[in-house]
């Protein structure tokens, strides 16, 4: 046997190296590659730790710094040798200290080892150096490990780590989104708050210029946003001809109610051109003429026409019950010596009759103003007597047996009557009488006051360059003189107004003017008609016009 021979050449253990040579000790030299190994002082080989051969534990560590060592030496040439690391032979019964092995086994965690066809790593000495497995003497089997793989159990248990994670991370998440969701709603609390205060610090300042602009017009809304249901009414005398005509205004945005009285002095227009005064239109234009007629001077939207003749005011009033009137003169019986119909005083009972007669009855000496009064007091008393149910005033109103207008039919008189009733009742009615001037025409007072606060429009012939309205009065005794007059007039631009029929005829014509204003008007009037300068002056005419022109016998149709 060679001295240099490997004494673990035999080894089933050792792993298997190349020799290349030997060193100046006689030591075999390795390849580079392969693991080295490490001897003693003694120059021999030292063996590898035994714990390798019960498995591999990655928490093991050698105390390097101590350099202590897990083995004893190793002496070749003792008599078969058997290192103190070897374990115990597989026949052997388990050592007390084997369960106590498996049970430190158990609680080791679970961590992923090397593979098992790889070579758990040698120990290492303080050196560095690899420490060689023991290996049996020559000739001897290796020895079986004392411990068997069903000792061993590492059963495949659940991991309630990874459900305690995936815990965690749902209430994390839930965590974040409760959070995100409070601060999403403290940002929301914050808008809305500040929304409210803009809406009340709005309602403030509003309600401040809504105080301040209700005391600056009293109480009276702004004439466009108003709305108004107007009707006009006529009373008619049976006998006579002459007529009344009041102006019913229903104002909802107000919730208030007017009678607006108007003088049959009131100069309208007329279809085709000329003028015409309101007392002359109710006879001659009827309800739908006259009603188009203030219409366009007023700039009122008048819905409908109700022509009450004064039979039928004599059972209206009748059909209420009778009425109740502050009156202001006694109105003398039929006959010379009868008792009054109506006696002056206050709270006056009147039934259909004496109503009738109150309401058309002019004083001697009286002007047309009166009596226009007068049917405005009795026209309240009847509203007030009226019911304030619509269905109910319409059977009233069915009772009277009337043909109605065609621009206002039975039921809606009806309606209208019973809102001005309510109304009525409540103390929210008044009266008031339309001013015309001496021409019958409109001031600005009248523009001002009632056109515009109670009626909402606009008065139309207080433009300064309208046309001037010639009112021309036939005296020459030939009826188509007045026929030829209006078409010259016309065509020379002017308004043309009827005057009527002189009784007698005149031998010269004359152009009347009252305004100085009117003076040139009035010379080329003259001249339109053909008549001299000379018939041009200055007096009093006709109160609904600009012009009065007296055609006489001169006159050349």
């Excluded at 000792?151 to 839930?174: A, G, M, T």
């Excluded at 009337?402 to 039919?409: E, K, N, R, T, Y």
Aim: net charge negative; proline share 8%.
């Amino acid at each position: 046997m060679n001295d240099r021979q490997d004494p673990y050449a035999h080894d089933p253990y050792a792993p298997q190296q190349q020799v290349y040579g030997y060193d100046a000790y006689g030591q075999p030299v390795y390849r580079p590659d392969a693991p080295e190994r490490v001897y003693d002082q003694y120059g021999q080989p030292l063996p590898q730790q035994a714990q390798q051969t019960y498995g591999y534990d990655p928490y093991a560590q050698q105390d390097r710094s101590a350099g202590q060592q897990a083995y004893a030496p190793y002496d070749p040439y003792a008599q078969n040798p058997t290192p103190q690391h070897q374990p115990p032979q597989a026949h052997q019964a388990p050592s007390a200290q084997q369960p106590q092995q498996t049970q430190q086994q158990e609680w080791i965690p679970r961590q992923a080892g090397p593979p098992a066809h790889e070579e758990p790593p040698a120990a290492q000495t303080r050196t560095g150096q690899r420490v060689p497995e023991p290996r049996p003497a020559a000739g001897e089997a290796p020895e079986a490990p004392d411990y068997r793989t069903e000792q061993f159990s590492f059963i495949e248990e659940p991991d309630e780590d990874s459900e305690d994670v995936i815990d965690w991370l749902k209430f994390s998440e839930s965590r974040t989104e409760r959070r995100d969701e409070r601060k999403r709603k403290g940002r929301n609390r914050y808008v809305a708050l500040a929304v409210v205060l803009v809406l009340a610090l709005g309602a403030g300042v509003g309600w401040f210029l809504l105080a301040g602009g209700e005391e600056k017009k009293s109480g009276a809304a702004v004439s466009g946003a108003q709305q108004r249901d107007v009707i006009v009414v006529h009373l008619r005398q049976t006998r006579g001809g002459d007529s009344a005509t009041a102006l019913l205004v229903d104002n909802a945005t107000t919730k208030k109610a007017t009678a607006v009285l108007l003088p049959n002095a009131l100069a309208l227009g007329k279809d085709g051109g000329g003028a015409t005064t309101l007392g002359k239109a109710v006879q001659e234009a009827g309800t739908g003429g006259t009603r188009d007629a203030l219409n366009t001077l007023l700039g009122a939207d008048i819905k409908g026409s109700w022509r009450l003749d004064t039979p039928y005011l004599e059972n209206l009033v009748e059909l209420v019950g009778g009425i109740t009137v502050d009156t202001d003169t006694a109105v003398p019986g039929a006959k010379a010596g009868d008792r009054p119909l109506v006696s002056p005083g206050k709270g006056q009972s009147l039934s259909g009759q004496t109503a009738v007669a109150y309401a058309t009855y002019r004083g001697p000496g009286e002007d047309q103003g009166k009596p226009l009064a007068r049917f405005g007091q009795v026209l309240q008393g009847v509203l007030r007597k009226m019911s304030s149910d619509a269905k109910a005033a319409t059977t009233t109103v069915e009772s009277l047996a009337q043909i109605p207008d065609p621009s206002l039919s039975v039921q809606q008189l009806g309606a209208s009557l019973a809102h001005l009733a309510e109304k009525a009742k409540e103390g929210a009615y008044g009266t008031a009488v339309l001013p015309v001037q001496s021409d019958g025409t409109l001031g600005e007072r009248a523009a001002d006051g009632v056109v515009k606060d109670v009626l909402g429009g606009t008065v139309k012939n207080t433009d300064k360059n309208a046309p001037p309205r010639v009112s021309v009065k036939n005296a020459t005794g030939t009826p188509a003189a007045t026929g030829s007059a209006q078409v010259k007039l016309v065509n020379g631009g002017y308004t043309y107004v009827d005057g009527g029929s002189a009784g007698t005829a005149q031998a010269a014509s004359s152009v009347i003017y009252a305004d100085e204003a009117r003076a040139a008007e009035a010379r080329e009037a003259a001249k339109t008609l053909g008549l001299p300068e000379r018939a041009v002056r200055k007096g009093d005419g006709a109160g609904n016009a600009d012009i009065t022109v007296v055609l006489g016998k001169d006159y050349k149709s």
